[in-house]
């Protein structure tokens, strides 16, 4: 499987952007897909993990319902939607997978993509 993570940008406070993880290889409905962030200096952060059958979510505490996490199974996409983005956003994003659950633990993914930038902008 390889991940193919796009989208990132320079946004001000307050924007939106949508990311992209473009995976191939096959995928399973029991695969989970996740994004984590790290910003420069900071651990790395669990942000949202999606499901490939059913779409159920699992979202990392500190997204506050600003973040849709979606997939399209047809298009073996992920995709992470940030509205109401603070500058505390900045940072680089992975997306990851697969995994076998909903977890926020990076080790649990088998594949990392490379990082996409967001920076916002106060």
């Known amino acids: 499987v390889q991940l193919q993570a796009s989208g990132g940008g320079l946004v001000q406070a307050g924007g939106s952007l949508r990311l992209s993880c473009a995976a191939s290889?096959?995928?399973?409905?029991?695969?989970?897909m996740g994004w984590f962030r790290q910003a420069p200096g900071k651990e790395r952060e669990f942000v949202a993990a999606i499901r490939w059958g059913g779409g159920r979510t699992y979202y990392g505490d500190s997204i506050e319902g600003r973040f849709t996490i979606s997939r399209d199974s047809a298009k073996n996409m992920v995709y992470l939607q940030m509205n109401s983005l603070e500058p505390e956003d900045t940072a680089a994003y992975y997306c990851a997978g697969p995994a076998m659950g909903l977890t926020f633990r990076w080790d649990d993914y088998k594949y990392r993509g490379q990082g996409t930038q967001v920076t916002v902008s106060s």
């Open positions: 290889g096959r995928t399973y409905s029991s695969h989970v």
